[in-house]
């Protein structure tokens, strides 16, 4: 069977925001603490307490924005009590996430200049900080907000010098609450739309020729509805959350131990991301036609059963090449509805759910869904052009998916590339792309594929699982015939 993505090299559509790239870290399980921070003080190299090997890794994606400090945990968090003097910040317990006691070393001012750090000269990363409503105050959020952005004299701004920090730091996007229907304070919608419209109201920055992006916290179709009638006017973007469980939040299923059915099962729940994103943007046009509000898909990715032998708090899981094919049709998917889709952050950044990256003590291992962010990271700000992809259905009863999945763009850099993956768990598949409105002399890329469905890498073995040259493309006429591996991901450039 052949495939076919025809591909309009005149016709674009939206500007793919780079955000949807974005990552989030929680002070949850060893995504923090003994992840990105090891401290001043540690053998492992490090940059003010910041594992250099991570924070190198990190910046190899051009990371555009990170979310911080959680999560369930951010609806906890009083941000007074990670400022001033390592010593006398006060511990506290992480109730959602293992009962672990919390010393508070990374707070405000680490965690911006983690920022800091995973910025390079032409890209910035931006922060992303979730405010407290479950549990905080309104004054509590907006003094937060002065302390870090305020340049001139204020109450915040002498607090904020008086720990060592002079200058502001710049701060654009802000989260009012997380998951506010949950963990994030049990609430009703109408409650809560109550509370946003308040705490909305009061968050206000100092971020000169920078306007604040407000984000709501949103959640399925009936919450929404209410939400966007009471304060789409307070609002810059609406955030939601899609998790791609294969079983029940019981028995969610191992990372690494699977078979087809599993495979299909969880890619199905995986492509589904797009239903829900077609849906929610359905009912966003209706009170804001001219797409002024974002969606901001700030948590989206795998959850497996924890890994044998960790602490069932921590959600400490492998990777694999499935998580590496959940991470390409995701993105896909954000690619074509990024007309709305302002922001998506993969949750977690390290040690946690999807992450780009394990630890053991010193050792560092890269994830499949580490390398797809990396093969795929020119797309961010790139123009989504016109596609159209004739392919099969893939899998068995419910668990039926196209087993191709392809998006077109043209970058920054005015190069053409193809996102594409195959997703079936033993055949290749032949692709034919038909280039139109404009020629093509030249093409190349690269492949990741692992072995086996279930390749991943350990601290044993860490390049098990990695990209390579690709010479599956050939040039064709006016296309390219395209041989694409089994349970593969592949990023082809077209000039
Ligand atoms: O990412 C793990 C948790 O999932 C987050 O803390 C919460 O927001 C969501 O339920």
């Not at 992303?128 to 002065?146: D, H, K, P």
Request: net charge negative; glycine share 10%; hydrophobic share 35%.
């Amino acid at each position: 069977m052949s495939h076919q993505f025809i591909v309009q090299l005149d016709v674009s559509s939206h500007v793919i925001s780079r955000h949807v790239y974005g990552h989030f870290a929680e002070h949850l399980g060893r995504c923090i603490y003994d992840g990105l921070w090891v401290g001043h003080d540690s053998p492992i190299p490090n940059v003010r307490g910041f594992r250099k090997d991570l924070v190198h890794a990190l910046r190899e994606l051009d990371i555009p924005n990170l979310r911080w400090p959680g999560g369930c945990f951010a609806d906890t968090y009083h941000w007074r009590d990670g400022i001033g003097p390592k010593a006398s910040r006060p511990s506290m317990i992480n109730v959602h996430w293992g009962g672990t006691t919390e010393d508070n070393s990374v707070g405000t001012h680490e965690f911006l200049d983690l920022c800091e750090q995973l910025s390079t000269p032409d890209r910035v990363c931006e922060p992303y900080v979730a405010g407290n409503v479950g549990s905080g105050t309104v004054r509590e959020m907006a003094e937060w907000l002065e302390y870090i952005t305020m340049p001139g004299e204020s109450p915040m701004s002498r607090l904020r010098q008086s720990n060592g920090r002079e200058k502001p730091w710049r701060l654009k996007y802000w989260g009012v609450g997380n998951e506010n229907w949950g963990c994030g304070g049990n609430m009703r919608v109408e409650y809560y739309c109550d509370l946003y419209r308040q705490y909305a109201g009061y968050c206000r920055h100092f971020t000169p020729n920078e306007k604040l992006y407000k984000v709501a916290c949103g959640y399925w179709e009936d919450w929404n509805q209410v939400l966007l009638q009471h304060c789409h006017p307070h609002m810059d973007g609406m955030s939601v959350h899609y998790y791609t469980v294969p079983g029940t939040w019981q028995k969610k299923g191992s990372a690494t131990q699977f078979g087809v059915a599993d495979h299909q099962l969880t890619l199905k729940k995986a492509a589904d991301i797009e239903g829900f994103i077609v849906r929610t943007k359905g009912q966003m046009d209706r009170f804001d036609p001219k797409k002024r509000i974002g969606l901001i898909m700030d948590e989206w990715g795998t959850w497996f059963d924890v890994e044998p032998g960790t602490n069932p708090g921590f959600l400490y899981q492998q990777n694999t090449i499935r998580d590496a094919l959940v991470a390409a049709l995701s993105l896909n998917v954000f690619h074509r509805h990024a007309d709305r889709l302002h922001m998506a952050n993969i949750a977690q950044t390290i040690n946690v759910l999807q992450a780009m990256a394990l630890t053991e003590g010193a050792k560092m291992l890269l994830t499949p869904t580490y390398h797809v962010f990396e093969m795929m990271k020119k797309n961010q700000d790139a123009t989504l052009l016109d596609g159209h992809l004739k392919t099969v259905e893939y899998g068995e009863g419910e668990n039926r998916l196209e087993q191709i999945s392809a998006t077109a763009t043209r970058g920054t850099d005015g190069v053409v590339r193809l996102n594409l993956a195959n997703m079936h768990h033993a055949d290749e598949a032949e692709l034919h792309v038909d280039i139109r409105g404009g020629s093509v002399k030249e093409v190349r890329g690269r492949v990741l594929a692992g072995a086996s469905l279930d390749a991943h890498n350990t601290f044993t073995a860490s390049d098990v699982v990695k990209p390579e040259a690709f010479s599956g493309a050939t040039v064709i006429g006016s296309g390219l015939k395209v041989k694409l591996p089994a349970h593969s991901v592949v990023v082809l450039e077209v000039r």
